[in-house]
């Protein structure tokens, strides 16, 4: 009779921490959805050199009429450099640039693709900005929560390893194609990139 309480018991915990654990995924994605949600007026801007007298604000207006976006100062709401979260990485700290509103920010991006698919040899770079020395290439990206952006690294790694031609980012989402003429795949998660293997 004992035996059959303690396994009623241990049955019904078993059963409750897999809802517990279902109860805290669906919890844990909300979370990122929001960290994501909160980043939308945002963009990334990576490998800008560093100064020490350097006005991000004008860094950010020199790139806008490199790629001919009208933008003024006032629809730039916020600009900062941001920690590395590697002290190892010897790339310039990344900034973080916040527009008034999504649609502005989507702009931006848009503006920078048409650049650079204008002119492949000569993509945004230092040099565009007014800084002497070796060209170093600049990327700007959506800014991505901590989650997303550790799923484009490894969404980037895996197509490498993996022949896949394409990985891209929209609307917070990492998207990966094998070639031109394959669907485009959402990478949701890493179990995602597990199943793609």
């Not at 059959?4 to 517990?20: A, I, P, V």
């Not at 989650?147 to 022949?163: D, F, P, S, V």
Request: glycine share 4%; with cysteine; aromatic share 6%.
């Amino acid at each position: 009779m004992a035996i059959n309480t303690y396994q009623d018991t241990l049955g019904r915990l078993y059963k409750e921490k897999d809802q517990m654990s279902t109860t805290v995924q669906d919890l844990l994605t909300r979370i990122q959805v929001i960290e994501q949600h909160s980043r939308y007026n945002n963009i990334e801007i990576q490998c800008v050199p560093e100064h020490k007298q350097e006005n991000l604000v004008s860094t950010v207006m020199q790139i806008s009429k490199v790629i001919s976006c009208n933008l003024n100062e006032t629809d730039i709401h916020h600009c900062t450099r941001v920690a590395k979260s590697n002290r190892e990485d010897k790339r310039p700290r990344a900034i973080v640039v916040k527009f008034a509103t999504p649609r502005l920010r989507d702009t931006f991006l848009a503006k920078t693709i048409k650049f650079n698919k204008a002119n492949p040899k000569d993509k945004i770079n230092s040099s565009h900005i007014g800084i002497g020395g070796n060209k170093t290439p600049i990327f700007i990206l959506e800014h991505l929560s901590p989650i997303n952006k550790k799923l484009h690294a490894t969404a980037r790694q895996m197509a490498k390893e993996k022949g896949f031609k394409f990985v891209w980012i929209k609307q917070g989402r990492v998207f990966m194609r094998k070639s031109e003429t394959d669907q485009s795949i959402y990478v949701k998660n890493l179990d995602t990139l597990k199943n793609i293997i």
